[in-house]
């Protein structure tokens, strides 16, 4: 009576077709190794949702690092400022963390870059490759991953240490200033994360627009920035939320040449 194979479902995910279908087609050989192909974000969020449908649940997503490149360079071209449909391979990341977390996936890079690999890891892969790595070595990572194993090339590892610690750095600055808000005033920072402007905040708060400049202006001072993009981008570090504008809802223009609005 023979033994069954525990086989691993792999969906490698490049815009590069004929990396990809090499790829897929090298880890096919494998005895122990199922694999798709998909040329984009929004594809292999359809093949890992019919999957799961099917009840053929993927293992490791291999994404490139620099998916939906191209394809968000021509779109900024056509259309300036609109970017909608393209994916790029961090958003996958964690996208597919938050939505699929039993799936590990692994970015495939073409060069070393330790400020990115750590943006990867902070968005939930498991592991950074180098495209021309071996296939042994790939191998042997995506069957670490799935022993919940993080690989990182070594020559890596004290750029990535140094960027974590760095981030975790801001990230507690942050933290820091945000505590300093009163409850209020974290409500309408919690509205400028989610896009509003003066006025919409005062119709969602149900205060005076002067009140809710007032209250801005001391978020800013606390905060110690200069304008509302700069407290927007601080409080995403400290993990503060849009508050919550409920369906049909749209946030204003934040801030207009500098000003708030």
Do not use: Y
């Not at 490149?69 to 961090?90: F, K, L, Q, T």
């Not at 943006?119 to 021309?132: C, E, F, H, R």
């Not at 002067?210 to 800013?220: I, P, Y």
Request: hydrophobic letters at 45%.
């Amino acid at each position: 009576m023979g033994v069954s194979v525990v086989r691993i479902r792999v969906l490698v995910v490049d815009d590069h077709r004929i990396f990809a279908e090499s790829l897929a087609a090298a880890l096919a050989a494998e005895p122990d190794v199922d694999v798709a192909a998909a040329g984009s974000g929004p594809a292999a969020l359809r093949c890992l949702d019919r999957a799961a449908a099917e009840g053929r649940r993927f293992d490791v997503l291999l994404v490139d690092a620099d998916l939906g490149a191209a394809a968000a360079s021509a779109v900024a071209r056509a259309v300036p400022d609109h970017g909608e449909g393209v994916v790029d391979g961090i958003s996958l990341v964690t996208g597919v963390r938050e939505g699929r977390p039993e799936v590990r996936t692994v970015v495939l890079a073409e060069k070393d870059d330790p400020r990115r690999a750590a943006l990867a890891l902070q968005a939930g892969a498991s592991g950074w490759v180098a495209k021309d790595c071996s296939l042994q070595r790939l191998l042997t990572v995506i069957r670490g991953v799935l022993r919940d194993e993080t690989h990182l090339p070594p020559a890596l590892l004290t750029g990535v240490l140094r960027e974590l610690t760095a981030a975790r750095k801001h990230r507690t600055e942050s933290e820091r200033l945000v505590e300093s808000l009163t409850p209020r005033e974290r409500e309408v920072l919690r509205c400028m994360v989610a896009g509003l402007g003066r006025k919409a905040v005062a119709d969602r708060l149900f205060l005076s627009p002067h009140t809710v400049r007032t209250h801005m202006q001391n978020v800013l001072g606390k905060l110690g920035v200069h304008s509302t993009l700069a407290a927007v981008a601080l409080a995403r570090r400290a993990g503060v939320g849009p508050a919550d504008l409920g369906p049909g809802s749209a946030g204003d223009v934040v801030e207009r040449g500098g000003q708030l609005a």
